[in-house]
Nanobody, 124 residues
Framework: QVQLVESGGGLVQAGGSLRLSCAAS????????MGWFRQAPGKEREFVAA????????YYSSSVKGRFTISRDNAKMTVYLQMNSLNSEDTAVYYC?????????????????WGQGTQVTVSS
């Protein structure tokens, strides 16, 4: 079993930055790909970013590529999402998730464990 706890969300002005963290406990973090998804009010959950177990491969949605950076520190069992140049469309609950496999993925069904989410609100 893996437990994931997100932190770092909050209220930020448009153009600002936030860094989300996801702390894992339970089974070793390093053996799984990790991802971030988000869900805005009235919308479906959508893929944001993913990273392979080694950190060697990363994936981003087109809406965040160039602005967000996913990274991981397996020794600390933590995954990060650095978010820059935030805009109102980034307002959502952000979820950390761990893959069934060592690879990252854009598909929610490839993930086995999910955190409770952290709210990010961008004011214009």
């Amino acid at each position: 079993q893996v437990q994931l706890v997100e932190s770092g969300g909050g209220l930020v002005q448009a153009g600002g930055s936030l860094r989300l963290s996801c702390a894992a406990s339970g089974r070793t973090l390093s053996s799984g790909g990790m991802g971030w998804f988000r869900q805005a009010p009235g919308k479906e959950r959508e893929f944001v970013a993913a990273i392979s177990w080694s950190g060697g491969r990363t994936y981003y949605s087109s809406s965040v590529k160039g602005r967000f950076t996913i990274s991981r520190d397996n020794a600390k069992m933590t995954v990060y999402l650095q978010m820059n140049s935030l805009n109102s469309e980034d307002t959502a609950v952000y979820y950390c998730t761990r893959s069934w496999s060592v690879a990252g993925s854009r598909n929610a069904e490839d993930y086995a464990y999910w955190g409770q989410g952290t709210q990010v609100t961008v004011s214009s």
